[in-house]
């Protein structure tokens, strides 16, 4: 016990003098490390980004014209003259190239300063998806690579992989079908495309305004109803249902039933009309082309390309996890119905759904509220930042190097190499651009700029990064202060740049981001717990007016506290979307008259608190359109992130850990998707999955 706490203290000290070391030091020129990362046989040469809206269409088309060229060759090539190298890996190497183009293209759309650069760029990344959609029905390269796959090569590891890949997504698309059934396909192909369009657009469409007066709206916060279009000049208010935010206030703090319940139904019977059928024809094509692609189902055909292969083991992980949430959830709605029988003094008074909202924000309020405010005087922007570098250098066996860009897209932004430690190989480059600006992306993101390629000559080109924050710029009197989500979104994205920074796949294909849907937010999802640990977060958060004053302990438990109190309830309620989605997706015949509301009902009504059955939540859930058979993944990747952060938790050093760290580089960051993902998650847990972990994060006991 002591020798630990004595490690983490000295750690501690080692990283803040760590700290002080680095921040003042001046960026190096680029040239300085690329004469190191000639001695690895690296190139660490970022690329030149785009000056003009002319330069992008220029980078675009011959992007496209060059690709189609290669590809060309491929197509035309005499069969006997097919090697791995010059079919498969060739392909790979050209659709990696058009994708580092795009996503280039792809971060100017998003932050470059000017308009019409944006607007050049994000009319080209179109023209650039709508081309790339068009290969995998390109018949001619069909045959050329289904005759190099017909001579049976003798291929093992990586290349066996991207082998059976590549002739997996032929047959996805039904290349392999004959003519007849192929041209069936297509149909029921282009028939779901207006379907699944008609469906959103009927969600984008549909609205719910409730005319309501004050009295009606009372407990509703003045803020809201005196915001812009909710006052009328007759003194009512109109509030629409459709408006996420606006219902939001309604259903969270009306303190009448009858109002929360009028709110509750004009939400939940949206689009009920037009979509009830439209989705029950839907379900029904996915399901006959699922069978005439030979999968029993759309959720195995969904399901083959992510961690959980079929649909039966997504639906096992969720029942499992209803099962595990059983007691808390059954605990939290007691809690809830009490206070609603104390609220309206009716002991037997029941918990509506109209209810959940309601009396959860009033318990949040009561039992834990915490002032998040206070918490960002330890987080100004400059020390945060390089404290998590250097947590990240430290896990990792990383140094990051500022160095002097040659050249960027805006003002302000800087660039950063990773190096390893141990050997000094330079490892990738990272941009930040860190506050915000006209018209840029106004979110947190880890942009993706090129993934680290090997040449044909054996050569290593690294990766490349832009992390894409807006933080509040600092004042003349304040420095930039964060707040405690934004501090976790950072580690978060932080961590996708990791992930970029450290792949080291032979294929761009299986590079870092190639990993299944379904897995590709846990590591990052992991890494958030680190803001949530107080021997993490005194390495370097401390009050910007008196750095003596570390996060005090008492404040990190109570958030925790407030962040299970009612996650019973919470994730319930994402199992049942997510079972709601799956059970839809596993019907085994055709039928359109399948009445897909009522089933959606009876999985929402088990797992969660009971819709009534004139409802329609089913018509109304817009992830059923391109996230369908998928909503599962995020509570899958997020059980998997605590699995993993189970394992840090574990070890000597904790979420400091150097040795976990280092197998979480190589053994999942590195291998990326050049093997079986579960195999690199068993590799670094040292067994297999378990939902335990995720069950006790949640507060399960
Ligand atoms: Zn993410």
Request: charged share 25%.
């Amino acid at each position: 016990m002591t020798s630990r706490l004595l490690r983490s203290f000295f750690t501690a000290a080692a990283l803040i003098l760590a700290l002080r070391a680095n921040t003042s030091a001046a960026p190096v020129p680029l040239a300085s490390l690329e004469a190191q990362a000639e001695k690895f046989r690296t190139v660490l040469t970022p690329p030149s980004y785009e000056r003009t809206p002319d330069e992008i269409r220029a980078a675009a088309e011959a992007a496209i014209r060059d690709a189609e060229a290669a590809l060309d060759q491929i197509a035309k090539r005499d069969p006997a003259q097919a090697t791995f190298d010059n079919t498969l890996a060739e392909v790979d190497r050209i659709v990696a190239r058009v994708r580092n183009t795009a996503n280039r293209i792809g971060l100017l759309q998003e932050t470059h300063p000017d308009k019409t650069m944006r607007d050049t760029a994000s009319e080209m990344s179109v023209k650039i998806s709508s081309w790339a959609i068009t290969l995998d029905y390109r018949e001619d390269l069909y045959r050329a690579i289904k005759a190099f796959a017909d001579t049976r090569p003798a291929l093992t590891g990586e290349d066996k992989l991207l082998f059976d890949e590549i002739l997996r997504d032929y047959r996805r698309a039904g290349l392999e079908l004959p003519a007849a059934q192929r041209a069936e396909v297509e149909r029921i192909r282009k028939e779901l495309t207006q379907l699944t369009t008609d469906y959103s657009n009927n969600v984008n469409q549909a609205r719910a305004p409730l005319d309501l007066t004050a009295e009606e709206l009372d407990g509703v916060p003045a803020s809201f109803l005196e915001s812009p279009g909710v006052k009328q000049p007759d003194g009512t208010y109109r509030v629409m249902m459709n408006i996420t935010w606006h219902w939001q206030a309604v259903i969270e703090n009306a303190k009448r039933e009858d109002i929360r319940r009028r709110a509750y139904y004009a939400r939940h019977t949206l689009a009920k009309d037009v979509n009830s059928t439209l989705l029950a024809r839907i379900i029904a094509r996915r399901t006959e082309l699922a069978l005439k692609l030979g999968y029993p189902t759309w959720a195995d055909y969904q399901t083959e390309l992510r961690m959980t292969k079929n649909a039966a083991t997504a639906l096992a992980f969720e029942e499992d996890l209803v099962a595990g949430l059983q007691k808390k959830f059954t605990a939290e709605v007691a809690t809830l119905r009490a206070l609603k029988a104390a609220d309206t003094g009716k002991p037997d008074a029941t918990l509506e759904p109209w209810d959940v909202n309601f009396y959860t924000e009033k318990l949040k309020r009561e039992r834990y509220s915490v002032d998040a405010e206070q918490l960002r005087a330890y987080f100004p922007y400059e020390p945060t930042l390089a404290g998590m570098f250097r947590i990240y250098e430290k896990i990792f066996s990383l140094t990051f190097t500022e160095v002097a860009p040659p050249q960027t897209w805006a003002e302000g932004v800087t660039l950063f190499a990773v190096s390893d430690r141990t050997t000094q190989e330079p490892l990738g480059l990272f941009y930040l651009d860190m506050f915000p600006r006209e018209g840029k992306y106004n979110h947190f993101a880890c942009f993706t700029i090129t993934e680290g390629t090997r040449r044909p000559d054996g050569r290593f080109e690294v990766p490349i990064a832009s992390l894409v924050c807006n933080f509040p710029p600092p004042s003349a009197d304040k420095p930039s202060l964060l707040q405690h989500d934004d501090v976790e979104t950072l580690f978060h994205e932080f961590g996708h740049v990791m992930h970029l920074m450290l792949g080291r796949s032979k294929h761009g294909r299986h590079y870092a981001f190639g990993v299944p849907q379904d897995f590709v937010e846990a590591p990052s999802q992991m890494l958030e717990n680190w803001v949530w640990d107080k021997t993490v977060l005194d390495t370097f958060a401390a009050d910007y007016r008196d750095p003596s004053k570390k996060v005090p302990a008492e404040v990190i438990d109570a958030l925790k506290r407030a962040r299970t109190a009612t996650s019973g309830m919470f994730y319930r309620r994402q199992l049942s979307f997510g079972l709601l989605d799956l059970t839809l997706h596993t019907q085994t015949v055709p039928d359109e008259k399948l009445d897909v509301i009522a089933l959606s009902n009876s999985v929402l009504a088990r797992v969660s608190v009971a819709p009534p059955p004139d409802t329609a939540f089913a018509a109304y859930f817009g992830h059923l359109m391109g996230y369908d058979a998928a909503y599962y993944g995020y509570l899958w990747s997020l059980s998997i992130a605590q699995d993993m952060a189970s394992v840090f938790e574990a070890s000597p050093d904790r979420f400091l850990d150097e040795k976990i760290g280092r197998r979480l580089r190589d053994e999942v960051y590195a291998a990326g998707a050049s093997r079986d993902v579960t195999v690199s998650v068993e590799k670094f847990l040292g067994r297999k999955q378990s939902t335990q972990p995720f069950l006790k994060f949640l507060g399960v006991e």
